[in-house]
Each structure stands twice: as C-alpha cells, then as structure tokens.
C-alpha cells in the first residue's frame, strides 16, 4: 500500500515480546507506513529519519528509551553508517571500554566479539569510565541461527526494585558509589569478554600517552612487565536522569561481577565498594534475577536497527549459534 503525502514514513507496531512499562510500550517499534519498501528506496528512508527525527523519533525515544526499526532498507554495514549519520548525533570515539571490537566502515564497529557461548551480562555502556554514549545503536547484519538477543531492560525500574529490596545497599552505592579494576594486555584479547588490550583501548602503543588519556578519564594505570592493572573509581553507581527526572541504575556492577573474567582478571575483585570492599554475592544474585525478570529480548531479524537511549536502558547478550554479525555505533 502506498503512503499518503505528507503523511509520516513510519508507523508504531507490536511484537509479541514487547511489554507494557508505566503503560509505554517498551521497546517502541517504527516499520515503514506504506507497507514493505521499494528497492532502492534507502535514500528515502534516510530523507524520513532527517525529516523526523525531531518530530517523531527523538519523542518517542525520550518516552520508551529504546526504539527498534523494522522493514527499512538497510542491509549492509555501509547502509547502517549512513543511517546512523542521519540521525544527526555526533561520534563518541570507544576509548577506556573494554569489548574487543573492529572497525567495519566509517563510525561502524563490531558488537562486542567475544565467543558466541558466552553470555554477556547486562550494563549500561561504559558506565565504567566518566564518559560514555548518550545513544547506541545496534544493527542486525546477519540474523543468528538461533539465540544471540540482545536484551534491553529500563534502568529506571531496575533502580526502584533494588531500592524496595536493598534500601541500605543502594544508599550506600548512591553515597560512595563503585570502583572497577581491570587488568589489560597489550593486545586485544578475541577470547574474553573484557579482552581489550591498553593498546586499543587508548588507541596508541606509548605508554606516556596511554597514561594522559587514562587521566582524563580518571583512571590509574599500575604497569607490570606485559600488562597494566587499571583503576577507575570510586564513580557514581546511580545517577539522574535529568531528560526524564529519575533516578538511574548507571552501573556495570553485575556484568563486571560475573562477566568480567579472563587469565588476568578475577571478576569478584573487578568491582568493589570503596576502599576495595567486596559487593555482597546475595545483592549481586538478587540484582541478575531483577534484570532478567525486566528485560524484553526481540529475535533479531536481518535489517533491524535498534536504538538504545544509554541513560535510560541497560543491555545484554545472550549465548547464539552462528553465524550471527550485529554492528554497532556509539554517539555523544
């Protein structure tokens, strides 16, 4: 069916794994509003997200914090890069994360590599480091054979939970906030979740400099013979949304907690309450089970472009079957 002029170029769907938070779909989900798109019609779709992203895709985004598009015509990596440049926000470049990622094509990188079993647990990108990505976004390149969501949970109402059952602990963490340590390589490490070496991580190979930039993000660097142990903190665990008024579960405690082990690292000693104290395991359990209870994970279909608000929504990764091949981008 074809669109109506003047008409918008999307139209708000449902899919069977959305849910109802505070009685806003959550995710939003746009598909194009006069039915499946013509080929060569990306430039169209890239005309309509200039068009309206401040009139329909920026409010609806403020409202869900997360927005998937389905059905547009984007198919490769190049087709995702220029789609991301029309929404206009600027590039944050990935210094201080601590995914192994590549570069594909212009401000277009690889999804966290880490092995396909693996399960990458839930965070809010960067929350690790001072400066982070106000939007992501993801890309569904090459669907997988099976599994490999990526979940997305509201950060809001994982704050107001762990605020119900642990008011103690969170008026601790919002007073003190966390510290996380990592110890890096020199090069990336594909094995590990967290296999980022200090090369790629400050993006140059001299030490001089590595530590200028780790000083700017305010970290310590401690360097050994073939490595370097890294230490951020303490940094606020709970912040304010001042978009939407509220307070934000803005941590990386559980993915750290659980997630963050390799030959170098023991997960338990990556992030700790101040003056190293160690998270209680129970609170850490608790937190898992309360973003898993909350969390909504679309199958990916080829083509999909999910775009995350980072201080509204936390995600995750789960375990796939290749292939599998989503991109991402990160924007100030």
Known sequence: MARVA???FFQEARLPEQRAVEGVAFPAVLVPSGGPPAEGSHDEFLAAVRSERASRLEPLLREAGAVLLRGFPARTAADFDRAVDAFGYEELP???GAAPRSNVVGRVFTANESPP???IPFHHEMAQVPTFPAKLFFFCEVEPKSGG???????????KRMNEKFPEFVEKLEKHGLIYTRVL???DDPSSPIGRGWHSTFLTKDKTVAEERAA??????????DAVKTVMGPIPAVKWDEVRMRKIWFNSMVAAYTGWKDARNDPVKAVTL???SPLPADVIEECGKILEEECVAVLWQ??????????????SRRSFKPPRRVLASLCK
């Open 216 to 225: 700017n993000l305010g970290m310590t660097l401690e360097w050994t013979d």
């Open 6 to 8: 003047g008409s918008s």
């Open 94 to 96: 990935y210094v201080g």
């Open 117 to 119: 079993d693996q399960k």
């Open 302 to 315: 080829q083509g999909d472009i999910l775009l995350i608000d980072n201080w509204a929504v936390l995600h």
């Open 149 to 159: 969501e990526t979940p997305i949970v509201l950060s809001h109402y994982v704050y």
């Open 185 to 187: 390589g020199e090069g």
């Open 274 to 276: 101040v003056h190293g």
